[in-house]
């Protein structure tokens, strides 16, 4: 799939012009907040937090299994506020994760989860920062980008990718995962659930919702092309199955 080709570009811009919906800033002000509220409620729980930090270690599994190397600088963009991301199981020159919500403390009561979680935080610095716009990082100055489950939720996912394409040096990689639709999933939610419950947390959390054919079309839009992915889901599954999370390994083209 390597496109520098300007037909190519365009077309996919227009891809992206068609998965990315239109946002207005105080919708996206609106998920923020109810994010946040959700991130509040994790960290005092015990089971919420152990979930997350296996959901990290899924992520890390992912990314060495497709040949990312450890020892690297890395940058995480929308980390979230628990910011326990790649840093927590892989070792890293400097990582960095950038949310622009802020990091939250882990308050479960019991001292000694909260003690071990605080630890894995430390392992990351955090930069409290909207991905959308410039962050005070030079160009071409990180490893690895990790992207994880960030940007049906960011008010401009082309826009976060693009950032990320900015800052990784241009052998870098990046580590990409977002949840998607099966095609009748995705008319459900847009024409059922977000008419009948706009309301709803979940809804307001994602501004956006993607089909997996979307994704490449939208990373190719911000400067990157997909290296490795998982496998392919059923026809079955892309159609009329339950949402599911894609991940994949990109190199900036
Ligand atoms: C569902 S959380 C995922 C957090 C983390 N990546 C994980 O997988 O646990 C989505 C995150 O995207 C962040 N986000 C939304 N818009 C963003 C933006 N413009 N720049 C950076 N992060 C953003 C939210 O603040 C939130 O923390």
């Known amino acids: 799939m390597s496109s520098r080709g300007s037909n190519t570009t365009a077309t996919a811009s227009a891809a992206c012009l068609v998965a990315c919906e239109f946002m207005e800033t105080s919708r996206w002000e609106e998920a ?9 409620r994790t960290t005092t729980n015990v089971a919420h937090v152990l979930a ?10 992912f990314g060495t299994d497709h040949g990312l190397a450890t020892n690297s600088t890395v940058l995480e963009l929308g980390i979230g506020p628990m910011s326990i991301g ?11 994760g950038v949310d622009p919500l802020p990091r939250l403390a882990i308050t479960t009561g019991d001292d000694n989860v909260d003690q071990f979680v605080t630890d894995l935080q430390q392992r990351t610095e955090f930069l409290q920062a909207d991905a959308t716009r410039q962050l005070p990082l030079d160009d071409g100055s990180f490893d690895l980008i990790v992207c994880d489950n960030v940007v049906d ?18 052998d870098g990689r990046m580590l ?5 639709f099966s095609t009748i999933g995705r008319l459900k939610w847009r024409q059922v659930t977000r008419r ?9 959390c994602h501004p956006h919702s993607f089909l997996e054919g979307e994704i490449g079309g939208l990373l190719l839009s911000a400067g990157w092309e997909i290296l490795a992915s998982d496998d392919p889901r059923s026809a079955r599954q892309r159609l009329t199955g339950h949402a599911y999370r894609v991940r994949v390994v990109a190199r900036p083209i």
């Open 153 to 170: 939720h960011a008010q401009d996912p082309r826009a976060v990718l693009a950032e990320g394409r900015r800052i990784v040096r241009s």
């Open 32 to 40: 923020q907040e109810n994010e946040l509220a959700i991130w509040e």
């Open 196 to 204: 009948l419950h706009p309301r709803e947390p979940n809804v307001l």
């Open 52 to 61: 997350e930090i296996a959901e990290a270690a899924v992520l890390v599994r």
């Open 86 to 96: 790649w840093a927590a199981f892989a070792s890293c020159t400097r990582a960095i």
């Open 176 to 180: 990409f995962g977002v949840n998607v």
